[in-house]
């Protein structure tokens, strides 16, 4: 009886382990994703807004 839960909770741990690795794999895409989008508009900003010719003249 008692290996039979130790085993039940051996398969619950192996299996909550295994979401959060997925949980944490599809965190770090996410924040992949959305830096890639912010250096976009960053760099679109600062080559197509004259944020440099800007600072120059000032």
Not at 18 to 41: D, P, R
């Amino acid at each position: 009886m008692n290996k039979q839960i130790h085993s039940n909770n051996t398969n619950y741990m192996k299996l909550n382990l295994k979401n959060n690795v997925a949980i944490t794999l599809i965190a770090l895409v996410i924040t992949i994703i959305l830096l890639l989008i912010l250096a976009g508009v960053v760099i679109n900003f600062v080559f197509n807004g004259d944020l440099i010719d800007k600072a120059r003249a000032s």
